[in-house]
């Protein structure tokens, strides 16, 4: 399948009186061999719905989830569905989740969603559940497995003993560099669920994992990483095409670990700073990630996006949708085995503001 | 008479001298000073109570990150003229916080400022650059 993006670019920019949408969309193409057809959903992640009082709520942030899920609808052809990456809200309220799952209800697709830190450390998930169902779970969609976790658990001492309300514990864990914070992991038991659904899938299905945090350790301070990771690849690593999609780094990053390809959303609400810029972390983003345009905070939604995401032959296409930038695509190329973005990943390629410092 | 005179011109002698000269001591309180300030702006940084909407400085920079202070004073496209680092702080207290601008001189610019800095330390000036 082929996305039509002018076409979509020239009717979303007709519907939208010139505005520029923040969606990601994903292409996921497959082998005919394995009965596998290509589709694309859309993967919206991090909207951070805040409130500030009643039924006042952080406009900024509104607005970026509006205008990714006005976007989505816009897209053509169609998307088989659609993926939130996580963090819907900014302090797990009941207001904030029905706030936000009130702008989801818009999208014309179905919809999956992921847990994130911000949705779950309030009440442990119960009321994000109400909403949208398990916490993980899996689903064959066109010949591909994809496998929900949630990624943002950490130790039972810090969620359950250390702090003495919910409303501390989770003010706690929504502070990015918060030392007092924890760090993420799917835990055993759900590795476990994850070995036994995979059981019986053929090493030849492909597979796409959707998780908040990425199933990689990238920075510890900011809870870049799963505490786990190794232990998760080791149970994908016996498949043969495994794409992993993850939120909360609110930037554009991809890696290749084996035969695992990972990719992150952008988030519709702000963008993040690369860890390596931050002075004393001593920390650095994967190798063959070229960065996003740095921001420009005077152009609200600049450096937000939402993105669609293209699924061919069990390998995905990333396509972000960038508001005062470039779109681009990051795309698995089978001849490096490895992600590349379409334009700027040769080096002499790149342009001065994807340097960070 | 006399004696004395010297005696009292001799201490203030002494005390000018030992003006120009400070301890081990001092050293630590004056470190002490700059750390409860940094400390006072990495709790203004990550609390809300800058703006009227409940976000925070932090939620877009961590450790805040990406405000480059090492490049400042420097022109800012968006302003059209160089700028100082108070000015793009006060930027944003007014629009992403939705806030009222601090004085230049309050003390809590001030210590916005000193923890910025203290994040940033090692990295050479690069005063101009974007």
Not at chain 1, 312 to 330: E, M, Q
Not at chain 2, 102 to 123: F, H, N, Q, S, W
Request: hydrophobic share 40%; net charge negative; proline share 6%.
């Amino acid at each position: 399948m082929k996305m039509n993006r002018r076409g979509f670019l020239q009717r979303s920019g007709a519907a939208m009186a010139g505005s520029i949408l923040p969606v990601s969309l994903v292409k996921l193409a497959f082998g005919q061999e394995q009965g596998g057809q290509d589709f694309t959903f859309a993967y919206i992640s991090d909207s951070h719905i805040q409130q500030i009082s009643g039924a006042r709520f952080v406009r900024n942030w509104d607005q970026g989830l509006k205008r990714a899920v006005a976007e989505a609808n816009l897209l053509e052809p169609a998307p088989d569905f659609v993926v939130f990456g996580g963090d819907l809200a900014q302090l797990g309220t009941k207001a904030e989740l029905d706030h936000g799952a009130e702008m989801l209800s818009a999208l014309r697709y179905p919809l999956y969603c992921v847990m994130g830190e911000h949705d779950y450390y309030l009440d442990l998930g119960e009321y994000w559940s109400e909403l949208f169902g398990d916490h993980y779970y899996s689903f064959d969609h066109k010949g591909v497995h994809f496998v929900v976790l949630n990624s943002i658990l950490t130790y039972d001492e810090w969620t359950y003993e250390r702090w003495e309300t919910p409303e501390r514990r989770m003010l706690e864990m929504a502070g990015l560099d918060n030392p007092n914070g924890s760090p993420f992991m799917v835990g055993e038991r759900q590795r476990e669920w994850l070995r036994n659904d995979l059981a019986n899938v053929p090493r030849s299905t492909p597979i796409v994992v959707l998780s908040h945090s990425p199933l990689q350790k990238i920075y510890k301070g900011w809870n870049f990483w799963t505490e786990d990771a190794e232990e998760v690849q080791a149970i994908l690593a016996p498949f043969e095409k495994v794409t992993v999609l993850y939120g909360h780094v609110h930037q554009i990053q991809y890696n290749q670990i084996g035969s695992i390809s990972f990719h992150s959303a952008m988030a519709t609400a702000w963008p993040w700073p690369y860890p390596s810029t931050y002075a004393q972390s001593g920390a650095y983003v994967p190798v063959m990630t070229v960065p996003m345009n740095r921001a420009d905070p005077f152009n609200e939604r600049d450096a937000t996006g939402w993105q669609f995401v293209d699924v061919h032959t069990g390998r995905v296409a990333v396509n972000y949708t960038l508001y005062d930038n470039k779109n681009r695509t990051v795309a698995f190329n089978a001849a490096t085995g490895r992600p590349e973005d379409m334009e700027y990943q040769h080096p002499p390629r790149r342009i001065p503001p994807q340097a960070h410092y | 008479m006399r004696r004395v005179f010297l005696a009292v011109l001799g201490v203030a002698a002494c005390t000018v001298v030992h003006a120009d000269e400070f301890t081990e001591a001092d050293l630590e309180r004056w470190a002490a000073q700059f750390e409860s300030v940094a400390q006072e702006g990495r709790r203004l940084w990550t609390s809300p109570e800058l703006g009227t909407n409940g976000v925070a400085c932090g939620q877009c920079h961590p450790n805040a990150a990406n405000t480059h202070p090492e490049t400042y004073p420097k022109f800012q496209k968006q302003l059209g003229r160089v700028a100082q680092m108070w000015e793009m702080v006060n930027w944003c207290i007014r629009n992403p916080l939705e806030g009222q601008d601090l004085d230049p001189g309050d003390a809590r610019m001030t210590a916005l400022l000193a923890y910025i800095a203290k994040e940033r330390r090692g990295v050479a000036l690069e005063p101009g650059k974007h």
